[in-house]
């Protein structure tokens, strides 16, 4: 049974920081790209950040970029998102997500194969 489990998430000050952990088990972590999702209150589920199995490449939805950086660990099966400078509008659940796919079509949410249940994110003004 594969499981990604998110931890992390909180409730910080606009400008603060936060570190987002994913821990999966259940799958053969370093041949998979991951990546992370956010669903603010009234939203679609936006893609964030992924990053390649090699852990070589990332990529940015353009709201994020300079502030979120995704990092992976495949010794510890585990994938990262350092979130800084946070915005009221970075407000969501933040989701991890696991694809076959190669990171380039990691952007929609069909080409996800397995998700996390979630870790919310409340920055305030």
């Known amino acids: 049974q594969v499981l990604l489990v998110e931890s992390g998430g909180g409730l910080v000050q606009a400008g603060g920081s936060l570190r987002l952990t994913c821990a999966a088990s259940?799958?053969?972590?370093?041949?998979?790209?991951m990546g992370w999702f956010r669903q603010a209150p009234g939203k679609e589920r936006e893609f964030v950040a992924a990053?390649?199995?090699?852990?070589?490449?990332?990529y940015y939805v353009d709201s994020v970029k300079g502030r979120f950086s995704i990092s992976r660990d495949n010794a510890k099966n585990t994938v990262y998102l350092q979130v800084n400078n946070l915005k009221p509008e970075d407000t969501a659940v933040y989701y991890c997500?696991?694809?076959?796919?190669?990171?380039?079509?990691?952007?929609?949410?069909?080409?996800?194969?397995?998700w996390g249940q979630g870790t919310q994110v409340t920055v305030s003004s």
């Open positions: 990053i390649a199995w090699s852990g070589d490449y990332t």
């Open positions: 997500a696991a694809s076959y796919l190669p990171m380039s079509s990691m952007t929609l949410d069909s080409a996800v194969r397995y």
């Open positions: 259940g799958m053969r972590f370093n041949t998979f790209t």
